[in-house]
């Protein structure tokens, strides 16, 4: 068996991408995609039509300006996230835009409207999950969605207070990201890590650890891996969102492969329990100087990309 067939029987594989052929290529149970993997496969030609059709959909409608490109927007995410679930059986997840990533009240209002848009396409809420930043504001505004049978993924997730304070608020999923945290530490140390000291493995298996041991519901998701071997070390994790490269390089691997993560260690391990508010969570989070630099960093990166997207969409308007 390949790596990626032994992978599957221990975890959930995501595939990391927006390219649909990679889909269909490794077969995931779910993908996820972001205003940077939108933006690269709207300037290719084969996806070209999503976004005319986005474009021809809205335009010469009631909407003009800032409101119909703000609209043909949502429309190529939720066409190319329509795209997606023809191919994958489980879910995808549609991210809400970075520049929101403060706004509660705004990430709620796009977030239903994305969710609308699934819904008038026929598709169920249950095959969608929505990305929102795991900033304060983000969290307590997917807390609310969550009530509302919204789904969520909180990504750019860097730090066990941010991961506690998803769980405490009943989210459905975490992506924190592990290729992220090594390079903060590598940029930060000047060291190399080998994929069991890669501090990456290490946050996401102890937020595994601390949500399997205090008995929450909210699923683990690695994500942003920089090799095969954080991914090995992560195998056994609830899911795992993982690039067509590096799918490539498991599905060419026959090598053994052992899940490192399970229910019963994280159980017999002794850990604290956290309790956290907002003013908590800030400090605790202001304390962690590589998680307050890489979501800051990972929101303007995004917000940057959708930016590109929206001069994208101007220029077919």
Avoid at 211 to 237: D, H, P, W
Wanted: charged letters at 25%; a negative charge.
């Amino acid at each position: 068996m390949t790596q990626l067939d032994q992978l599957k029987q221990h975890t959930v594989v995501v595939a990391d991408t927006g390219d649909f052929e990679s889909m269909k290529a490794y077969k995931p149970q779910d993908a996820t995609t972001n205003p940077s993997l939108i933006l690269a496969a709207a300037q290719k030609p084969e996806y070209r039509s999503l976004v005319d059709k986005a474009v021809a959909d809205l335009k010469g409608g009631s909407l003009s300006g800032a409101g119909l490109v703000d609209a043909v927007m949502d429309r190529i995410l939720v066409n190319f996230g329509q795209e997606i679930l023809k191919i994958v059986p489980g879910r995808v997840s549609t991210e809400v835009d970075a520049r929101l990533s403060f706004d509660r009240d705004g990430t709620l209002a796009k977030a239903r409207q994305i969710i609308a848009l699934y819904e008038g396409a026929g598709t169920s809420r249950d095959r969608i999950l929505i990305k929102i930043a795991s900033t304060w504001e983000g969290i307590k505004a997917a807390e609310v969605l969550e009530k509302e049978g919204i789904h969520c993924n909180l990504t750019l997730l860097f730090s066990l207070a941010q991961a506690v304070a998803c769980a405490e608020g009943g989210i459905k999923l975490i992506s924190p990201f592990v290729g992220r945290i090594l390079d903060w530490y590598k940029k930060s140390t000047g060291k190399d890590y080998t994929a069991v000291e890669d501090p990456g493995v290490q946050s996401v298996t102890a937020i595994y650890n601390y949500y399997k041991q205090f008995g929450y519901g909210t699923e683990v998701m690695g994500a942003s891996f920089r090799n095969k071997g954080e991914i090995v070390e992560l195998a056994g994790c609830d899911l795992l969102t993982i690039s067509p490269a590096l799918l490539g390089e498991l599905q060419a691997s026959t090598d053994a492969l052992v899940p490192k993560l399970n229910v019963a260690d994280a159980k017999a391990a002794k850990l604290e329990r956290l309790t956290l508010d907002e003013k908590a969570f800030r400090w605790m989070l202001n304390e962690d100087a590589m998680a307050t630099e890489k979501t800051a960093e990972g929101i303007r990166k995004f917000g940057e990309d959708i930016v590109k997207l929206e001069k994208l969409v101007q220029a077919a308007l």
